[in-house]
């Protein structure tokens, strides 16, 4: 019965994927980008404004971890170890975790066998909660958790205590006499099957993304294609840029974004650098490491010399080997950082770095 349901569906719904995909529309990006930020700064609807003193600041930002039933197609199975040790370092440090969308991977799996699989993980998330460090944010795959109204009983179940769950949130940062929003959200927002209306949001978590699993259709999400994330990344810097004193920091598209630019992007960059120094040694180790970067992801902004550093993307915690990387806010910085398997060992990098200070002075 099952394979004769798939015979049958798989071509409509193929059809149907392909028709209403998730290919992100500019004006509704934007739109949607500036209807939230407003719902948070000027009513407190949608998520909280926080105001943070620059050196007590210490802010750790995760996203799509999508943790699933360590099954087969669980992404998130061989992070997890990389996870609880980044969990336990930044919970030691006393980190305020901001959890930022697609955290639990419900278009492939129910909660119940998520929570079942996780035990450990939303212990050590729960570490957070006990010191009212936590902020979580829903996402496109996790969406059931701004619309199920059952929602806060599972998160009772799964944290012990309640939780509540934003759309965004912002950090209110005073510089000198300069003060510096920090606009954190998952970034799905204009996202016509993710971001519509209370029926098509419903409609998508609860009945779409079950029906693709159970046809084993791979949907064009932005985590599976280079076109779309550049479309995501470019738009929502776009918004970023024409904003006054503001950052904004996503997560959805699972690729790092810092200072508005790609890993690809900094290392032309760097390249530029290198060559104008005659750097010979350092231009020989980035002209080796850009075919393989070019591998990953074979995009390049033309305009990425000038770009205004007012765009930052986590990226994901569930990269294929096991690598997680997130955004770190501490000691006065901006962080880009990557937990990984060193020698087995789950070992904390630092990728990129920069000063607030420093990055106020350019957005301006």
Request: charged fraction near 25%; glycine fraction near 6%.
């Amino acid at each position: 019965m099952k394979r004769l349901l798939r015979f049958i569906l798989r071509k409509p719904v193929l059809w149907l994927t392909g028709k209403f995909s998730s290919a992100p529309v500019k004006e509704k990006v934007l739109d949607s980008l500036t209807e939230l930020y407003a719902e948070i700064t000027d009513e407190g609807k949608k998520g909280e404004c926080i105001s943070v003193l620059l050196n007590e600041m210490r802010i750790i930002i995760f996203s799509d971890q999508h943790k699933g039933a360590r099954n087969g197609s669980d992404d998130f199975a061989a992070a997890e170890k990389n996870y609880i040790a980044a969990l336990k370092y930044y919970n030691d440090e006393q980190f305020f975790f901001i959890s930022l969308g697609d955290c639990e991977e419900l278009w492939e799996n129910n909660i119940f066998s998520v929570m079942k699989h996780n035990k450990k993980v939303f212990d050590k998330e729960k570490l957070f909660i006990q010191r009212k460090s936590f902020c979580k944010i829903f996402g496109n795959h996790d969406l059931l958790w701004d619309n199920d109204p059952l929602a806060s009983v599972y998160l009772k179940k799964m944290y012990k205590e309640a939780v509540k769950i934003y759309g965004g949130i912002v950090l209110k940062i005073q510089l000198n006499e300069t003060s510096l929003d920090i606009f954190c959200t998952h970034g799905h927002q204009g996202d016509a099957q993710s971001d519509g209306n209370a029926f098509s949001k419903f409609f998508v978590s609860s009945i779409w993304g079950p029906l693709q699993n159970f046809l084993a259709i791979n949907p064009n999400t932005p985590s599976a294609n280079d076109n779309i994330k550049t479309l995501h990344n470019l738009f929502m810097y776009e918004w970023s840029a024409a904003q006054q004193n503001t950052i904004l920091i996503t997560g959805h598209t699972h690729q790092p974004v810092f200072n508005s630019l790609t890993h690809l992007e900094r290392l032309y960059q760097q390249l530029e650098e290198a060559n104008a120094n005659n750097d010979t040694e350092t231009v020989a180790k980035i002209e080796a490491e850009i075919p393989r970067r070019r591998r990953e992801y074979d995009f390049v902004n033309a305009s990425f010399r000038n770009m205004k550093p007012s765009y930052f993307n986590s990226g994901c915690c569930c990269f294929e080997d096991g690598t997680i990387t997130g955004i770190e806010l501490a000691d006065g910085c901006i962080r880009l950082i990557k937990w990984n398997y060193q020698n087995k060992k789950p070992t904390r990098t630092v990728l990129e770095e920069n000063t607030l200070e420093e990055l106020i002075g350019k957005l301006k």
